[in-house]
């Protein structure tokens, strides 16, 4: 065929440039200098042929009709594809199976969801003595959590009202939005020239080798809001880097719609979508609008678009001697993030229990350290991840509660997105020996808490 690409057209480029190579050379050197040519002709013959050259080797790539010969690439695009969805499908099942009696009964939000399904904003009976964070007004009862929460889980009390399920399935939900997660961190690191196992270890560390996996499996309302809040925030990234602003900005409502702090975001966001006025815009439209409904819903239940809720609910502010948000309260969530390295130790089995209200990241977490290198690919996407762990952990650091029962310190999953661009920028393109170490310490010390939390009573307060 005319088109088909003949071996011989790189030869014989090479051959012209090595003939014009040599003719050049005698011109103008040697004894008998040709200096009366003109230079300029011979650099724009050597040119030509370069370029002939260039061409040559772009035409490898091309089919018999000029078109892009994508198909080897396009099937390992599909095959590595299909590999992520796979990995995802296994994380997400990990995370079903990991707590055989997930807190179901504290299901606040998926209530409030049934409810709203329902044509009401509130319960009109009285909610069981567990359910102490219901807020008792004008002789019904509210949920506490934001709006954005209770939207989340429309689409399951849906599936209630038409009875295709019949009580809250919490670890379906938990291992949905474990492999979610999963599935966007793997998309993500595409972005990065790094190889496909090192993508696999770095999104195995952030669901197993964090408090997020014994955290999320809880399964409580309180869990649960953070992993849909790491999983607006890591969706809001992979579409604002692929040029998406309006589906990012959904993922970015999803996020601070079930963790409020994270609307401090804002500006980080609107940074890495180089500031342009119509991909802000884009951007905003779903937050703006679920900004809006919020205030609404806040004047319907409790008669101020600025009254959450939060302060209502009985005993928190006698509980938090020094309010909701305080200056006091930073130097608890300091030792409960950064400092409390106190596990229980026996002589006899299980030998090492974790602290129940609290533990440092960095203990664990060890690979952590790793967000410390030097380096980066884009030194100012790594400037604006710290200064979103920073946006973050101020609120995080003045909330009156630290945690409550948790291991390690579960607010900081909402730094996770963050860290896993950090580990990104620095990465080499392999797996090295420090980072394998790290890695399945931190595999290790999560899946033996998890085990110790979910599985046993050995974790006592």
């Given at each position: 065929m005319d088109d088909e690409i003949v071996p011989s057209e790189i030869s014989k480029a090479l051959d012209q440039i090595d003939r014009l190579r040599a003719l050049i050379v005698d011109r103008y050197t040697g004894d008998n200098i040709q200096s009366n040519e003109p230079l300029g002709k011979d650099i724009a013959d050597l040119r030509a042929a370069v370029d002939a050259l260039d061409q040559a080797f772009q035409n490898e790539g091309k089919g018999p009709n000029g078109t892009e010969a994508t198909g080897k690439k396009t099937s390992r695009a599909k095959i590595r594809i299909r590999l992520f969805l796979l990995a995802?499908?296994?994380?997400?099942?990990?995370?079903?199976?990991?707590?055989?009696?997930?807190?179901?009964?504290?299901?606040?939000?998926?209530?409030?969801?049934?409810?709203?399904?329902?044509?009401?904003?509130?319960?009109?009976?009285?909610?069981?003595?567990?359910?102490?964070?219901?807020?008792?007004?004008?002789?019904?009862?509210?949920?506490?959590?934001?709006?954005?929460?209770?939207?989340?889980?429309?689409?399951?009390?849906?599936?209630?009202?038409?009875?295709?399920?019949?009580?809250?399935?919490t670890m379906a939900v938990v291992g949905i939005t474990a492999g979610c997660i999963a599935l966007l961190l793997l998309?993500?690191?595409?972005?990065?020239?790094?190889?496909?196992?090192?993508?696999?270890?770095?999104?195995?560390?952030?669901?197993?080798?964090?408090?997020?996996?014994?955290?999320?499996?809880?399964?409580?309302?309180?869990?649960?809001?953070?992993?849909?809040?790491?999983?607006?925030?890591?969706?809001?990234?992979?579409?604002?880097?692929?040029?998406?602003?309006?589906?990012?900005?959904?993922?970015?409502?999803?996020?601070?719609?079930?963790?409020?702090?994270?609307?401090?975001?804002?500006p980080v966001f609107f940074y890495l979508l180089g500031g342009e006025i119509k991909k802000c815009f884009k951007f905003s439209i779903v937050p703006i609008l679920l900004g809006l409904a919020t205030l609404l819903y806040n004047d319907l239940r409790f008669h101020s678009p600025f009254d959450f809720g939060y302060a209502r609910i009985p005993g928190v502010l006698k509980e938090l001697?020094?309010?909701?948000?305080?200056?006091?309260?930073?130097?608890?969530?300091?030792?409960?993030?950064?400092?409390?390295?106190?596990?229980?130790?026996?002589?006899?089995?299980?030998?090492?229990?974790?602290?129940?209200?609290?533990g440092s990241i960095f203990l664990s977490s060890p690979f952590l350290v790793l967000i410390f290198r030097r380096g980066a690919r884009d030194r100012k996407l790594k400037i604006a991840a710290w200064v979103a762990i920073t946006l973050l952990i101020v609120p995080l650091w003045l909330h009156g509660n630290p945690g409550g029962w948790q291991f390690s310190y579960r607010y900081m999953m909402i730094l996770l997105p963050w860290i896993f661009v950090l580990l990104l920028e620095s990465a080499r393109p392999r797996v090295t020996l420090v980072e394998s170490a790290l890695f399945a310490v931190s595999i290790l010390i999560n899946a033996w808490a998890s085990y110790l939390f979910l599985w046993t009573g050995y974790v006592q307060p």
């Open positions: 995802a499908s296994m994380i997400g099942l990990a995370y079903f199976f990991s707590n055989p009696h997930p807190w179901t009964y504290f299901d606040y939000t998926y209530r409030s969801a049934r409810a709203l399904v329902s044509g009401s904003l509130s319960l009109d009976e009285p909610p069981t003595s567990w359910m102490n964070e219901m807020i008792p007004f004008e002789s019904h009862y509210y949920s506490a959590f934001p709006f954005g929460s209770v939207l989340t889980l429309v689409p399951v009390a849906v599936l209630q009202k038409l009875h295709l399920i019949d009580e809250f399935p998309l993500y690191s595409l972005q990065y020239e790094v190889s496909n196992f090192k993508r696999g270890v770095l999104t195995a560390a952030i669901l197993f080798g964090t408090c997020m996996w014994c955290n999320l499996a809880f399964g409580g309302t309180w869990q649960l809001n953070l992993g849909f809040a790491v999983l607006g925030e890591i969706g809001a990234l992979y579409f604002t880097r692929r040029g998406a602003p309006f589906l990012a900005g959904a993922f970015f409502a999803l996020a601070f719609g079930n963790r409020t702090e994270i609307i401090l975001l804002v001697r020094h309010g909701i948000f305080s200056i006091y309260a930073v130097p608890d969530n300091i030792k409960a993030m950064l400092l409390d390295f106190s596990w229980k130790v026996f002589s006899q089995y299980p030998y090492l229990v974790p602290h129940t209200f609290g």
